[in-house]
């Protein structure tokens, strides 16, 4: 190819693009809809703008590629232990039972292998992450139960694509006149213990020394090396490199260039994810649907019908979900989803499935996604959600502010006036019209503006690159998760001062690397605790030295129970622990000195509202 026809391919791609998201968005369709859209208009079975599509799908799994290394990225083990149950619960019963229930119908109704089956049932249990995860941010539902029910499907889904990839060349081999290959299953298992034996101890020294560096250049191409560099690796025992990629996210999951990096690569991988599903688009075969409209209308119908219908009681009896909600996250994750793209295009390629078997999943599985942003604005319609008051975000005009502050609530407004007395620059970002509308009656609104500080772009605009100090003191605890985890993502050394709803809300800032989040009815608690022990005779000084001591071991304990904080049993044990404590505390008090020093505690104990997980 050509430097001039390179370029008119380039075009051809960008002018698709920038048609075709946009109208998609436009309708709250998706941008991944735009993009298949895209692809089957410019592809060679409609306008033949561009017909050499292997050559463009072989650039762009590369986007799947940097996909599942972030996802590796995000799947620390700490960050599993603390969602198990909602992962490893939900979610193994949902790609279980669809598996088993679509290869079941592969087997004895389209008369797949066995082999071929489990691969196909395995790879149609999946759902959309993109998708999925793109609609409840849009909406808003994120944090809703739901949200975070779909959350940990997804993510699990995400964990089962990993050895499914894996396990397409195995079966593969297995299915041959030669049979299970045992030099390839050795060579394979062999390849990757020595990619997390040696990445352990080679890529952390590695990222060490090009940190001193400081080149933002350098950072970029060693990330770039090192996910391409396990892919290839992988490529060349046979292995696919998405399961390489995946394995170096992993091993880089608890490093502390974690967030850096997944800031580096964002957006090439968002480039080459739209490239790859231009090119799914590009390669589909639309003749099937204009050929076969009933079959393939009815093999949507049962796809979504099949994981629909097993999705709504996981939601009811596991997740504890609502009827209302059990069916939106079904209605959500009913569709097919991107990695069932890569595994089908493997198992055609050794053979497990024919090419007119693969086309066929490959249209289903797209028009179950086209059809699921459709049905999740239906479910809205039904139910009668109220459209928030919106507006315009806000123009930032700012000039170098030392502090950005997210939320201009209670604690804002608080810190923001002690700033402004101490002349400090700073700005406040808040996502409430209303709040905002209260701030400008007030004459008050100097370096206040409406925007959403989750979005990166108004983060820029806000010139937080300039800031010294974050301050988050958002209402919402979930809005507050997601604002810390960009921050933390895109501005790893930017010190975070960060409100806590809760233990349960401090315990997950904790997880994203917030030193000491400040629980915002911890100290006016403590002030009415101090008070109320002297308005019964106690003396100031005695009251004041009881509410600290108290206030110490509380920390104390908040930092023993974040070991455990998502096991109930461990939480109730350490509270009643340190409830027992706090009596011999202050029960030492009345007791001689040395009787006093042999039995002080280290346990204490929050209040109710705040341990219930």
């Avoid at 196909?120 to 029910?149: D, M």
């Avoid at 995400?158 to 060579?187: E, T, Y």
């Avoid at 006036?417 to 101490?422: C, F, K, P, S, Y």
Wanted: hydrophobic fraction near 50%; proline fraction near 4%.
């Amino acid at each position: 190819m050509d430097s001039r026809q390179f370029l008119q391919t380039a075009l051809i791609f960008l002018v698709a693009t920038v048609i075709a998201v946009p109208l998609t968005k436009r309708f709250k369709l998706g941008s991944v809809l735009g993009y298949l859209l895209a692809g089957i208009v410019i592809g060679p079975q409609e306008l033949g703008l561009i017909n050499d599509t292997a050559g463009v799908a072989t650039i762009s799994e590369f986007g799947i590629v940097l996909m599942l290394f972030v996802i590796g990225l995000e799947l620390s083990p700490q960050r599993l232990w603390v969602m198990r149950r909602s992962v490893f619960g939900t979610g193994v019963l949902q790609v279980l039972a669809a598996s088993v229930v679509i290869g079941a119908a592969g087997y004895y109704l389209f008369g797949l292998t066995v082999n071929a089956a489990t691969i196909v049932g395995g790879s149609l249990a999946l759902s959309s992450t993109a998708f999925g995860l793109q609609i409840l941010a849009e909406r808003k539902e994120a944090g809703s139960p739901y949200g975070r029910q779909a959350f940990a499907i997804l993510l699990f889904q995400d964990l089962v694509a990993i050895p499914l990839i894996a396990a397409v060349p195995l079966l593969a081999s297995a299915s041959s006149k030669h049979g299970f290959d045992l030099v390839a299953v050795a060579r394979t298992v062999g390849t990757i213990v020595a990619v997390m034996v040696g990445g352990r101890y080679l890529l952390r020294p590695v990222f060490r020394f090009v940190a001193k560096t400081d080149s933002l250049e350098v950072s970029t191409a060693t990330a770039l090396l090192v996910v391409m560099g396990t892919a290839w690796i992988m490529e060349a025992v046979g292995v696919s490199a998405t399961l390489g990629a995946f394995l170096a996210g992993v091993l880089l999951a608890d490093s502390e260039y974690r967030h850096e990096m997944e800031s580096h690569l964002e957006p090439f991988k968002g480039l080459l994810l739209g490239l790859f599903f231009i090119s799914v688009g590009m390669s589909m075969d639309v003749t099937l649907l204009l050929h076969q409209p009933s079959r393939v209308a009815i093999l949507v119908g049962c796809l979504m019908l099949i994981k629909g219908v097993l999705l709504w009681p996981l939601g009811r009896v596991v997740g504890g979900l609502d009827r209302r909600d059990a069916l939106r996250l079904a209605v959500l994750l009913a569709c097919g989803g991107e990695f069932a793209f890569v595994v089908l295009k493997l198992a055609h390629e050794q053979n497990l499935i024919t090419a007119e078997q693969h086309n066929l999943q490959v249209l289903v599985i797209t028009l179950s996604m086209a059809l699921t942003p459709l049905l999740v604005v239906l479910c809205s319609r039904v139910f009668g959600t109220k459209p928030k008051k919106t507006r315009e975000f806000d123009t930032i005009t700012a000039d170098s502010p030392r502090v950005i502050i997210a939320g201009y609530g209670r604690m804002g407004q608080i810190v923001a006036r002690v700033l402004r007395a101490q002349g400090i620059s700073f700005v406040a970002l808040d996502h409430s019209v209303e709040q905002i509308d209260l701030v400008q009656r007030f004459g008050a609104a100097k370096n206040i503006f409406y925007g959403d500080p989750e979005r990166p772009e108004l983060l820029r605009a806000a010139q937080i690159d300039q800031a010294e100090v974050f301050v988050l003191a958002l209402d919402n605890p979930e809005a507050s998760l997601r604002t810390a985890r960009v921050v933390r993502r895109l501005y790893p050394k930017l010190k975070i001062v960060a409100r806590a709803r809760n233990r349960q809300h401090a315990w997950r800032l904790m997880d994203l690397g917030v030193d000491v989040p400040i629980r915002e009815t911890l100290y006016s608690s403590l002030k009415m605790t101090r008070q109320t022990l002297e308005a019964l005779g106690m003396q100031p000084e005695l009251a004041a030295d009881r509410v600290e001591r108290f206030r110490r071991h509380d920390a104390e304990l908040l930092k023993r129970q974040y070991l455990v904080y998502d096991d109930d049993a461990r939480i109730v044990q350490t509270t009643r622990e340190a409830l027992k404590d706090l009596d011999q505390l202050y029960q030492a008090d009345a007791e001689p000195e040395p009787a006093r020093e042999r039995k002080r505690p280290t346990g204490v104990t929050p209040d109710d509202k705040d341990v219930t997980p």
